[in-house]
Nanobody, 121 residues
Framework: VQLQASGGGLVQAGDSLRLSCAAS????????MGWFRQAPGKEREFVAA???????YYADFVNGRFTVSRDNAKNMLYLQMNSLKPEDTAVYYC????????????????WGQGTLVTVSS
């Protein structure tokens, strides 16, 4: 079982990025999936999640700028990030939840390697 995040890079404030998370080894179509991030010197924090039902959850700091989506047929999870800010600079990780639901307090059992997002001012 492997999750691999990609799509990070160096962008300027106000730009957009789309992160992708490819799952391999098994299907996660019946698992909730989430995105987390960890900035330098800070703890990892929840960003967004999408349950099997399609329900989505976002951290308050997202404030409508990010959209989490998934393509179960391709076993992919995405995070569209718009209006990026320097404080969004972090390593972003995708994760698969234990069950159908995904949210900030859900237990996540599979974690991918992160992808670095750097937003310059």
């Amino acid at each position: 079982v492997q999750l691999q995040a990609s799509g990070g890079g160096l962008v300027q404030a106000g730009d957009s990025l789309r992160l992708s998370c490819a799952a391999s080894g098994r299907t996660f179509s019946r698992n909730g999936m989430g995105w987390f991030r960890q900035a330098p010197g800070k703890e990892r924090e929840f960003v967004a999640a999408r349950s099997w039902s399609g329900s989505t959850y976002y951290a308050d700091f997202v404030n409508g700028r990010f959209t989490v989506s998934r393509d179960n047929a391709k076993n992919m999870l995405y995070l569209q990030m718009n209006s990026l800010k320097p404080e969004d600079t972090a390593v972003y990780y995708c994760a698969a939840a234990l069950g159908l639901v995904a949210g900030p307090q859900t237990r996540y059992i599979h974690w991918g390697q992160g992808t670095l997002v750097t937003v310059s001012s």
